[in-house]
Nanobody
Framework: EVQLVESGGGSVQAGGSLRLSCTAS????????MGWYRQAPGNECELVST???????YYAPSVKGRFTISQDNAKNTLYLQMNSLKPEDTAVYYC????????????????WGQGTLVTVSS
């Protein structure tokens, strides 16, 4: 059974940093494409960043230059380092795997974690 458990969320002031972690089990982590998504209250799901099994990364324009996705295959853990946080980054952040569709829409992945809340105050 695929399991994804996010952690590292919290409250931070604008300009601050957080590192999210996603601990994975139940599948071959280093052979899998992974993604981070977020959903703010009242908003639709939004793609934040992805990393392929070959290590190719993608960032949404809104986070490029501020966020960094990485993974530690020895620990089966995906990370999202978030710097220069803005109030508009406030959302529940989810990690996902089991890529079904290459468009990386919010339906693109088949397995999701429970999410971790990030709150950025001004």
């Amino acid at each position: 059974e695929v399991q994804l458990v996010e952690s590292g969320g919290g409250s931070v002031q604008a300009g601050g940093s957080l590192r999210l972690s996603c601990t994975a089990s139940g599948f071959t982590f280093d052979d899998s494409d992974m993604g981070w998504y977020r959903q703010a209250p009242g908003n639709e799901c939004e793609l934040v960043s992805t990393i392929t099994s070959d290590g190719v990364t993608y960032y949404a324009p809104s986070v490029k230059g501020r966020f960094t996705i990485s993974q530690d295959n020895a620990k089966n853990t995906l990370y999202l380092q978030m710097n220069s946080l803005k109030p508009e980054d406030t959302a529940v952040y989810y990690c996902a795997t089991d890529l079904l569709y290459s468009d990386y829409s919010c339906n693109a992945f088949g397995a999701w974690g429970q999410g971790t809340l990030v709150t950025v105050s001004s």
